[in-house]
Nanobody
Framework: VQLQASGGGLVQAGGSLRLSCAAT????????MGWFRQAPGKEREFVAV????????YYGDSVKGRFTISRDNAKNTVYLEMNSLKPEDTAVYYCAADARMSDRGNPTRYDYWGQGTQVTVSS
Protein backbone atom coordinates (compact mmCIF):
# COMPACT_ATOMS: atom_id res chain seq x y z
CA VAL A 1 0.00 0.00 0.00
CA GLN A 2 1.20 3.52 -0.80
CA LEU A 3 0.39 6.38 1.56
CA GLN A 4 0.22 10.11 0.84
CA ALA A 5 -0.17 12.51 3.76
CA SER A 6 -1.39 16.07 3.33
CA GLY A 7 -2.97 18.94 5.20
CA GLY A 8 -0.06 20.27 7.21
CA GLY A 9 0.74 23.94 7.50
CA LEU A 10 1.36 26.87 9.78
CA VAL A 11 -1.22 27.65 12.45
CA GLN A 12 -1.35 29.78 15.57
CA ALA A 13 -1.54 28.21 19.00
CA GLY A 14 -5.12 27.28 19.82
CA GLY A 15 -5.95 26.71 16.18
CA SER A 16 -6.93 23.60 14.27
CA LEU A 17 -5.77 21.54 11.33
CA ARG A 18 -7.00 18.38 9.66
CA LEU A 19 -4.49 15.98 8.19
CA SER A 20 -5.41 13.42 5.57
CA CYS A 21 -3.65 10.28 4.46
CA ALA A 22 -4.78 8.73 1.21
CA ALA A 23 -3.93 5.12 0.47
CA THR A 24 -3.57 3.38 -2.85
CA UNK A 25 -2.75 -0.18 -3.69
CA UNK A 26 -3.99 -3.06 -1.59
CA UNK A 27 -7.28 -3.12 0.29
CA UNK A 28 -7.28 -0.18 2.67
CA UNK A 29 -9.70 -1.76 5.10
CA UNK A 30 -7.27 -4.60 5.79
CA UNK A 31 -4.83 -2.19 7.46
CA UNK A 32 -4.64 -0.65 10.88
CA MET A 33 -3.75 3.01 10.40
CA GLY A 34 -1.58 5.08 12.67
CA TRP A 35 -0.31 8.62 12.95
CA PHE A 36 3.12 9.44 14.33
CA ARG A 37 5.08 12.65 14.58
CA GLN A 38 8.71 13.59 14.80
CA ALA A 39 10.13 16.88 15.94
CA PRO A 40 13.74 17.89 15.18
CA GLY A 41 16.17 16.04 17.40
CA LYS A 42 13.48 13.83 18.90
CA GLU A 43 12.33 10.27 18.40
CA ARG A 44 9.25 9.44 16.41
CA GLU A 45 6.25 9.72 18.73
CA PHE A 46 2.99 7.78 18.64
CA VAL A 47 -0.05 10.03 18.10
CA ALA A 48 -3.04 7.81 17.35
CA VAL A 49 -4.14 4.53 15.83
CA UNK A 50 -7.42 3.27 14.44
CA UNK A 51 -8.44 -0.31 13.77
CA UNK A 52 -9.58 -1.74 10.46
CA UNK A 53 -13.25 -0.81 10.89
CA UNK A 54 -12.65 2.19 13.12
CA UNK A 55 -14.18 0.54 16.15
CA UNK A 56 -11.00 0.69 18.22
CA UNK A 57 -8.96 3.85 18.71
CA TYR A 58 -6.02 4.77 20.91
CA TYR A 59 -4.24 8.06 21.44
CA GLY A 60 -0.90 9.11 22.76
CA ASP A 61 -1.08 10.81 26.14
CA SER A 62 0.08 14.17 24.80
CA VAL A 63 -2.83 14.49 22.35
CA LYS A 64 -5.73 12.91 24.23
CA GLY A 65 -8.78 15.15 24.24
CA ARG A 66 -7.40 17.39 21.48
CA PHE A 67 -6.86 15.13 18.47
CA THR A 68 -9.33 12.80 16.76
CA ILE A 69 -8.46 10.03 14.35
CA SER A 70 -11.02 8.69 11.89
CA ARG A 71 -11.11 6.76 8.65
CA ASP A 72 -13.31 6.44 5.59
CA ASN A 73 -12.73 3.03 4.03
CA ALA A 74 -14.84 3.97 1.01
CA LYS A 75 -12.40 6.81 0.28
CA ASN A 76 -9.26 4.91 1.34
CA THR A 77 -8.39 7.76 3.66
CA VAL A 78 -7.52 8.25 7.30
CA TYR A 79 -7.81 11.63 9.00
CA LEU A 80 -6.33 13.36 12.00
CA GLU A 81 -8.35 16.28 13.32
CA MET A 82 -6.12 18.42 15.52
CA ASN A 83 -7.64 21.03 17.81
CA SER A 84 -6.26 23.30 20.51
CA LEU A 85 -2.86 23.08 18.92
CA LYS A 86 0.21 23.95 20.96
CA PRO A 87 3.71 24.95 19.89
CA GLU A 88 4.93 21.57 21.17
CA ASP A 89 2.76 19.89 18.53
CA THR A 90 5.15 21.22 15.90
CA ALA A 91 6.57 18.24 14.01
CA VAL A 92 6.48 16.29 10.80
CA TYR A 93 3.41 14.08 10.93
CA TYR A 94 3.47 10.65 9.32
CA CYS A 95 0.74 8.18 8.59
CA ALA A 96 1.53 4.49 8.73
CA ALA A 97 -0.17 1.20 7.97
CA ASP A 98 0.11 -2.30 9.30
CA ALA A 99 -1.97 -5.42 9.09
CA ARG A 100 -1.91 -5.97 12.85
CA MET A 101 -3.03 -4.03 15.89
CA SER A 102 -0.42 -5.34 18.29
CA ASP A 103 2.20 -3.02 19.82
CA ARG A 104 0.41 -0.12 18.17
CA GLY A 105 2.62 2.59 19.67
CA ASN A 106 5.85 1.15 18.33
CA PRO A 107 6.75 2.70 14.97
CA THR A 108 8.95 -0.26 14.03
CA ARG A 109 5.84 -2.45 13.87
CA TYR A 110 4.38 -0.57 10.90
CA ASP A 111 5.25 -1.82 7.44
CA TYR A 112 4.19 1.16 5.33
CA TRP A 113 4.77 4.89 5.76
CA GLY A 114 3.71 8.07 4.06
CA GLN A 115 6.15 10.84 3.26
CA GLY A 116 5.17 13.14 6.13
CA THR A 117 3.55 16.54 6.30
CA GLN A 118 4.92 19.47 8.30
CA VAL A 119 2.81 21.01 11.05
CA THR A 120 4.09 24.21 12.62
CA VAL A 121 2.30 25.85 15.52
CA SER A 122 3.35 29.39 16.36
CA SER A 123 3.00 30.87 19.84
Amino acid sequence: VQLQASGGGLVQAGGSLRLSCAATGRTFSSYVMGWFRQAPGKEREFVAVISWSGSTIYYGDSVKGRFTISRDNAKNTVYLEMNSLKPEDTAVYYCAADARMSDRGNPTRYDYWGQGTQVTVSS
